[in-house]
């Protein structure tokens, strides 16, 4: 949030309400909530532009929370929204809001929704009712919601709902209200229809629009990330481990995300810090100092905190929470690129903010291009050339003669190859922070364009059988597990095939011996993969595969199947091994 000037407190709220808007982390109003607020607090009829993602629901829920009779326990605040999940959301946003007024009851009902459950919370007289638009219309029919003490009605993504055609039925719930009413209706855009509603039902409305204004951002690369699958902090780790940086500036929309994220980043290695409202002039002065002289190298600050932040190390800007608005993106991004320098900026995006990114592309006129997410494999990599020049460093600056000797005779008394030694010293030196990324505990969700890819793959996979490429080289595996373990040829084909999503014809011999078993991989499988095989269990233990040669095959193909469909497995006989 950028040019707004005024606070929380400037704007006549009851002190109960600014106490949860600190409880909620809230520094400073956004641009709807700082022209929204004064007028609905004053009864006038708003007509608010504005999409998710602007802070509307507090703009609204905010001031008319203020005005308020709890002593009442009649419906005196209507809200209506297109859908169910949007009812839940604005219903717990009134509570969170609402959570230091004694006696104040919310209630969200929609379609779905077992009746009497609705009739029976309606009895215990909510004071403000969020609803999808055929269920509070039936109960209006049915009588069972009491409308003769309401003052306020708002429409919540108006343009949604005549989208999903419930605009009738909006009309006429409009038509039952009290005509003295106050309303609020907020749309992203403004079609012919509404625009009808806002003349026919509203009472000379004000018009709250924010304007966004061009600005030019040219010398900052700029590019987003569409939030899926891997959540927002993992993400946020994975580029920080992968992109090239000097400072960088991690933009969260509250005061409390900013010292959650700084804690988890402090955990993960980084040298981080806060950077808030909350924290003293001193402090905050102090913290800027650190980033400059490069004691610290990532803040995570809101708006208001980092506003004329000037440090030329800065060259990495993440908007881990988009902002509300254009202006506040272009405050934001001009963090970086400062003294005619190359800045990057990366944008974290949820499905339902991408209207948000598509005012900034217009606004800066400038394409924000996408970025898939650095794999796994990626970030592994990363980690062993950092490992490997740490290697290189201590060689060159430490005095090694002891270890080097007490590596010789290690390898002696354990009989272990100079490779097998350094295999397991390896191990030990990365085992508190491991070299490779474990797998994701949940399944990957993937974005509908990636969706769509991967469909299209799996298919490819799965029909392209007879063009495989026949002479490759493979990796030879070792499986912990072997005929002791009563296990066979057919086991370790299922579960590799099935746990690792390999498609079967990837899977080249395998061998049975007693205490282990050999099985063949295509060259190069990703290191995250494997790491999920380690973990993968056969006849009830762990695979622990590790790597033990290369091999030619002239059978099969190489590329491992990363798909999200089913790989087609035929069961092996043991004659192939
Ligand atoms: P909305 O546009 O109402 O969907 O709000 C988007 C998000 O912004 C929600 O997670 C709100 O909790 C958050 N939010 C709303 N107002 C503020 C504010 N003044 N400061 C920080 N976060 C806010």
Partial sequence: MSDTTVAFSDLNLNPSILKALKDEGYETPSPIQAECIPLLLDGTDVLGMAQTGTGKTAAFALPLLNRLDLKQSKPQLLVLTPTRELAIQVAEAFQAYARHMKQFHV?????????????????????????????????????????????????????????????????????????SRQTALFSATMPQQIKRITKRYMNDPKEVKIAAKTSTVENIEQIFWKVAGVNKIDAL?????????????????????TVELAEKLEARGYAASALNGDMNQTLRERTVSRLK????????????????????????????????????????????????????AILFVAHRERRLLFAIEKATKQKITEMDLPSRDIVTKKRVT??????????????????????????EELSLSPAELAGALLYLAQKEKPLQMPADPEPRKSSFREDRKDGREGRRDRDDRSSRSNSETWDRYKLEVGRNDSVEVKHIVGAIANEADINSRFIGHIKLHDSYSTIELPEGMPDD???????????????????????????RPSRPHRGKSKPHVKPRREQRS
């Fill in 529 to 555: 993969l494997l790491a999920k095989l380690k973990t993968v269990q056969i006849c009830g233990k762990n695979t622990n595969i590790e790597f033990l040669d290369k091999t030619k095959n002239s059978r």
């Fill in 237 to 257: 780790s994975r580029i920080l481990e992968t992109e090239e940086y000097d400072g960088v500036i991690v933009f969260a929309r509250t005061k409390t995300a």
């Fill in 386 to 411: 950092a490992f490997r020049d740490q290697i290189q460093q201590v060689f060159s600056e430490e005095k090694l003669h002891f270890y080097q000797e007490l590596s010789d005779q290690l390898s």
């Fill in 107 to 179: 209630l969200p009902i929609y379609g779905g929704q077992n009746y009497s459950l609705q009739l029976k919370q309606l009895r215990r007289g909510p004071q403000v009712v969020v609803g999808t638009p055929g269920r509070v219309l039936d109960h209006i029919n049915r009588k069972t919601l009491d409308l003769s003490a309401l003052n306020a009605l708002v429409l919540d993504e108006a343009d949604e709902m005549l989208r999903m055609g419930f605009i009738d039925d909006v009309e006429t719930i409009m038509a039952e209200t009290p005509e």
């Fill in 293 to 344: 002289s490069g004691k610290l190298d990532i803040l995570i600050a809101t708006d208001v905190a980092a506003r004329g932040l000037d440090v030329d190390r800065i060259d990495l800007v993440i908007n881990y929470d988009i902002p509300y608005d254009t202006e506040a993106y272009v405050h934001r991004i001009g963090r970086t690129g400062r003294a005619g320098r190359k800045g990057k």
